[in-house]
Structure formats: structure tokens, C-alpha cells
């Protein structure tokens, strides 16, 4: 019996989680220049908070859930993170404490999705969310933030699309115009289409099957359904990206994949690097009556996540910086015991250390040293431990010293913090 990973679930190995962190270090960098701090929520929430927020008509909650039963509760791991963490902005009363609460969170998310490129069963989103302002302001900054971070990354093609769902009214008003343009195609819909004319033909206009495709060529699009409270807020929202200088792209059929949005849409789409089909980096809207939905007072929000595996395709190969580092070779058995302290001393300094406590010749561990991209080793022989000295071989120089035992700390730790020699 040979065991894998769950289908759909990877795993992260150290060579690449060093590109994970220049993107979640660029992320939190920036999300906290804008002010927003860190909220961290359990993977696992009651599913009921899923079904009410994310929409029952949903892909997600009708057939992508993980849901199980434990002490006779319904469980679910989180397939998002909005709608955990605004749970936990009306169970901890939040907006008592503060007028406007930004938030962001970053970890896994689940879904039972067929697994292809750039679409996995366990993914990572990083997202933030915004309580307590009613916008267009602050979400014009939200989608500048982003185009701004996929720009610093270096990610090229990106695509602000934006849309306007209106607010409940004018939705309804917009699944009666799909409704009535859509039921003259019924024949020409995929099966799974036909049966959400009805209960959610909003979901139809993101069908990827080319039959629905053609069937909403023409179809109308909301922003011709605003009311006037809609409108005016669409308009803000254009004319503050506009002064801000940031690119955006109106298309009036955005709908995206969960129900609790409201007025403000987009989505972030890339060409570059290997995305593929699965383009789509990032989504986000308005979701101006969740918190309320959700037994919390009537707070508006805005939120967005995007999809880290997808960025990282995006990117390509990304450069790491590695910090330089030491290699202790110590030559037997009294040796060992010095390396060992001289280790720990370099570590306690702040100088990364590895220590080859094996045994095993010179040349296997200067071969080792050279494999790990150590800049320096530090050679300890019995013999020169005697007379207290060592030899420190600069690998990037390829030079050689000898020096005191009792000098190496302050020599090498100048000489990471740039100070010479
Ligand atoms: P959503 O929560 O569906 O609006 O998705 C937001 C972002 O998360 C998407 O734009 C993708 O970048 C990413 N994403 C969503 N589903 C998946 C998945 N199954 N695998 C990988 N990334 C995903």
C-alpha cells in the first residue's frame, strides 16, 4: 500500500514554500499599508453559516462542499473566507468597538471541484474585507490595492473587470429581465442551466458550457436596471478609479459565483505565465447585507480573495532571495562538541547555521556545503581546536583563513549585516 495525497489536495514542498512567502510577505505588506490587520478564524464552521451566506443556488453549496457530522452538528471546511470571518465580526460584536473594521486573512480553503490546472480541492485565498463602509470610496481603493500589488509583483496582462449588481431590488429586477430573455432558449441550455432558469438564472451568464455561452450572447446587462441609489454609486465608483488613474474594464454581465453580493463586482484576470483556462486571480464585491443576514446590525461590507496557486502560475519562476548562511565541518569527536556550541552561539547572533554532526571526510562536507549554497564554512579540526583556532573557507571567494574559535561569532555576523570584512 503506497500512500498520495488527497485528489485535488498538494503538498508544498520547502523548495517551493520559499515563493509562497515573497508572496504572502507582498500581500501582508501591502494590505497592512492600507490598514488593514489580520483576523485568523477556524477552517471548520457550522455549514448552515455557508448555506445562508454564500447562496443555496450556488455551485459551492449545492455540490462543493466538505461537510460532515460530529456530536450531532453539521460541519463544514470553510470553501471561502468571508463568511467566517464576518461571523466572527457580529459574534464578537465588532462594530461596537470600532466605525469601520479592515480585516484580512490568508490560509486554505475547500472545495470538491474537479480538480485541472490552477483549480485544486485545497487552495490557498488571501482576502481582505472592509465593515462598515458604505463605499464607493473605499471601494475604489480596494481594487486600486490591487492592481497596485499585481503590478509590484510583476504580473502582466491583469484585467480589472468591473461590474454593478445593484442592490436587492434591482437584482430581482435583473433575474426578471434574464428570465424573460433566457426562457426562449430553455432548448438550448445545458440541463444543469434549464433547471436554474427559475431559481437563480443569474448563475446561467458564468456557465462555462458553450451551449449557455451562445444562449446569453445579447442577453441584458444590470447596469441598465439600476435604480438611482445604484447608479449613483456605480458612477462614484468609476469616477474615484478614474482620478486615482487605475485601469479598469466595465463588463455588464459580471455576476460571479456566490449570491450575497450587492452593487459593486470585479474580478482580476491575467494572460501571463502558465494560468491557462483558470484565469481568474482574484474576485471580490460588496456585500452590503451579510452582516445583517447573519443576526449582526445592518453594517455594509466589501471583500475580496485571490487565489495564491493562481497568482504563483502567474508569476512563473520567482526570485528568492536566500539568506547566506554557515556550514560547520567538524573533523572528530571533540570537534563535534565545539561545532556543536559554535552553532548555537552563530544562531543566537542571527547567523543561520547547518552542522554536519554525521561525520564522513572533508570533501563530503565541503560538497555538501557548496549543495546547501552555504557562503561560508568553518573547518574544526581536533588538532587546530588544541591551539584554538579554526579555518574559514569564504566558498563565494574561495579563500581561507584561519582564525580564533572565540572570534568567528563577531567575524560573521559583522559580515551579514554588512559590515566588511
Ligand atoms: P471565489 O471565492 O470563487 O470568488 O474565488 C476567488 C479566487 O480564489 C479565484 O479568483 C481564484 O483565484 C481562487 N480560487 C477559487 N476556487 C479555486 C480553486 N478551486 N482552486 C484554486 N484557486 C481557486
Known sequence: MSYRAVKGMNDILPDEVAQWHVLERAFREIAELHGYAEVRTPIVEGTELFVRSIGE???????????FSRHDESLTLRPEGTAGAARAYVEHKQHAKEPVSRWYYLGPM??????QRGRYRQFYQAGCEIFGDPGPACDAEMIDMLVGLFRKLG????????????????????????RDFLKPKLESLSEHARARVEANPLRILDSKDPRDRAACEGAPGVTDLLDDADRAHWDGLRRHLDRLGTPYVVDPRLVRGLDYYTRTLFELTSRSGELGAQN????GGRYDHMIEELGGPNVPAIGFA????????????????KRPRCFLAPLGESALGAALELARSLR??????DLDARGGSLKSMLRRADALGARHCIVIGDAE???GVVQLKDLAQHQQEE??????????SRREAGGGP
Open 57 to 67: 443556488t450556488t455551485d459551492v453549496v449545492e455540490k462543493e462542499m466538505y461537510t
Open 110 to 115: 475547500f472545495r470538491a471541484e474537479r480538480p
Open 155 to 178: 504580473i502582466a496582462d491583469v484585467s480589472a473587470n468591473l461590474g454593478c449588481i445593484g442592490g436587492p431590488g434591482t437584482r430581482e429586477r435583473y433575474r426578471a429581465a434574464l
Open 280 to 283: 481568474t486571480l482574484c474576485g
Open 306 to 321: 485571490m487565489g495564491l496557486e493562481r497568482i504563483l502560475l502567474a508569476l512563473g519562476q520567482v526570485a528568492v532571495e
Open 348 to 353: 543566537d547572533a542571527g547567523v543561520a547555521a
Open 385 to 387: 581546536l588544541a591551539r
Open 403 to 412: 582564525l580564533a574559535l572565540a572570534d568567528v561569532v563577531a567575524r560573521l
